[in-house]
């Protein structure tokens, strides 16, 4: 059975920084699309960081480009999102998500399938 385990997140002061980390676990699919989104309340899910395991290119949301660094490791199958400089705008519930091998907008939501349990970051300025 497909699964996302999520670990990580908290409280912290704006400059400070998170690691967050996702293990994947029961997926047939030998290349998948790998991604951290998040949700603030009120607002709708939005891509952080995400990655075709086996291709080179890393795709960032613009706001995160610089602060945060996404890093797959296959022999463990998880997915890590290192968050610096951590901002205010920043706060919201993270999800990581997978999604089989398709054509597709690789931070867009309707690209993936599975989805983790979601882990609370919050920024206080």
């Known amino acids: 059975q497909e699964q996302l385990v999520e670990s990580g997140g908290g409280s912290v002061q704006a400059g400070g920084s998170l690691r967050l980390s996702c293990t994947a676990s029961?997926?047939?699919?030998?290349?998948?699309?790998l991604g951290w989104f998040r949700q603030a309340p009120g607002r709708e899910r939005e891509g952080v960081a995400s990655?075709?395991?086996?291709?080179?290119?890393?795709y960032y949301h613009d706001s995160v480009k610089g602060r945060f660094t996404l890093a797959y490791d296959k022999s463990k199958n998880t997915l890590d999102l290192q968050m610096n400089n951590l901002k205010p705008e920043d706060t919201a519930m993270y999800y990581c998500?997978?999604?089989?091998?398709?054509?597709?907008?690789?931070?867009?939501?309707?690209?993936?399938?599975?989805w983790g349990q979601g882990t609370q970051v919050t920024v206080s300025s």
């Open positions: 029961g997926y047939t699919h030998s290349r998948l699309w």
């Open positions: 998500a997978a999604g089989p091998p398709r054509s597709g907008e690789p931070l867009g939501v309707s690209l993936y399938q599975y």
């Open positions: 990655i075709y395991t086996g291709a080179n290119p890393t």
